[in-house]
């Protein structure tokens, strides 16, 4: 009885050549070529979405250069287990072989497992690859990112994934008939991601033999597997995501912004935290250019509290649509920005005794309230009395 093994498992390539996308890296000028063809590698941190090769071109180093490869997940492993590859390591060194660490999900490991590596990958006790979907920049500890050259990996192009579907189909399913269009559409599904559409041939041929069919079709495939939408509310994309929709806001592009916002919602957002953020829009980049920008968001927002999703998915759209194409002002923005500055500059200044209540006599005899000019009583209802401290006293916030 053979034993089953999925595609991405048993079709995971084992050379540089077989390897699909990522030409950026592997290419005949890509950096990682060049480091096997020199037959060194640094310690690297490999940061980009699922399914784009990160484990597997970990893997074609360690073979090409016939180090010892040694592969963590971190989310079940620990300090205990770094150390057990830790003793290997140096045994290695002794006889002059390099040791690869391959820690996948990098992000999980916490400070203080993160900075036992240091040492041994400062040393060169042992060579880490990390591998993340998630921005290094915020989490890997910064000394060990200082010690690690980063590479991005890209989504895969679906025009490499349906080729790769096509030859592997080939192989393994001769019997099944697949037109160009079901292996476009697969790829499409994958969202970019090798893995998935190969997950997505594998139960769509499966389904396929089940119904005895000879042709995958289209209806098929669509049985199979709804197309997944990439987004992780904790991680970089959430915060990619949010800053697409305040720049194509702020850029009077409602098509933009729409979809952004559409984005978010599919991928599972709290509405309420989109409603916020609109709100805040209204107030830093349209402001008193247009006041009513703010009551509507806030009326959103409460809709959104009351009736919840998916009805409330019309409000979000209906708000973006508005503040996109509202007039933009962001003087509150900037005149926010500009007294929080003075005030930790200059601290505590006090009030001008010009316009302090005269609450006593004693206050009436040292000053408070003396100079006063009562504004409507003015024949130009406009006075030009000192309001701001005295070492503010011309300062100028709003031109």
């Not at 096997?36 to 784009?52: A, D």
């Not at 989310?75 to 057990?84: F, I, M, Y």
């Not at 399913?173 to 476009?184: H, R, S, V």
């Amino acid at each position: 009885m053979a034993i089953y093994e999925p595609l991405a498992s048993k079709y995971r390539p084992k050379t540089l050549d077989d390897f699909v996308g990522q030409e950026h890296l592997i290419g005949e000028n890509g950096p990682l070529r060049k480091f096997i063809q020199s037959g060194k590698i640094p310690s690297m941190i490999f940061w980009g979405p699922p399914g784009t090769g990160k484990t597997t071109l970990a893997y074609i180093l360690s073979l090409n250069l016939y180090y010892d490869f040694h592969k963590l997940q971190a989310v079940t492993s620990g300090k205990d287990t770094l150390r057990k590859i830790i003793k290997i390591a140096l045994g290695n060194q002794q006889y002059g072989k390099k040791t690869i660490l391959f820690l996948d999900e990098i992000h999980r490991w916490n400070k203080a497992q993160q900075d036992a590596l240091l040492p041994y990958v400062e040393k060169g006790i042992i060579i880490l690859i990390g591998a993340t979907t998630e921005n290094p920049s915020f989490t890997v500890n910064s000394a060990l990112l200082s010690r690690t050259k980063v590479f991005v990996f890209k989504q895969q192009t679906e025009e490499d994934i349906s080729k790769l579907l096509k030859r592997i189909a080939k192989t393994e399913y001769p019997d099944i008939k697949i037109g160009k269009k079901g292996f476009e559409m697969m790829a499409n599904l994958s969202n970019g991601d090798i893995r998935s559409g190969l997950n997505i041939l594998e139960m769509a041929t499966t389904l396929a033999e089940t119904t005895k069919s000879k042709t995958l079709t289209e209806e098929t495939i669509k049985e199979t597997i709804q197309k997944p939408v990439y987004y992780d509310k904790t991680g970089e994309e959430h915060y990619n995501i949010i800053s697409a929709i305040h720049k194509s806001m702020r850029s009077s592009n409602p098509d933009a912004a729409s979809y952004w916002v559409g984005r978010m919602l599919s991928g599972g957002e709290d509405p309420l935290y989109i409603a916020r953020r609109l709100l805040r829009f209204a107030s830093e980049d349209i402001g008193n250019a247009d006041p009513q920008a703010v009551i509507l968001a806030n009326s959103v927002y409460e809709a959104c509290q009351k009736i919840g999703m998916p009805e409330c998915e019309i409000f979000l759209i209906q708000l973006t649509i508005y503040l996109a194409k509202a007039p933009k002002d962001n003087t509150a923005y900037v005149v926010e920005r500009l007294v929080k500055e003075d005030i930790e500059k200059f601290g505590n200044l006090p009030v001008p005794l010009n316009i302090r209540n005269a609450e006593s006599e004693l206050m009436r005899e040292i000053g408070y309230g003396k100079g006063y000019e009562y504004d409507h009583d003015l024949p130009s209802k406009k006075s030009t009395q000192q309001c701001l401290p005295d070492k503010l006293k011309n300062r100028k916030y709003i031109n």
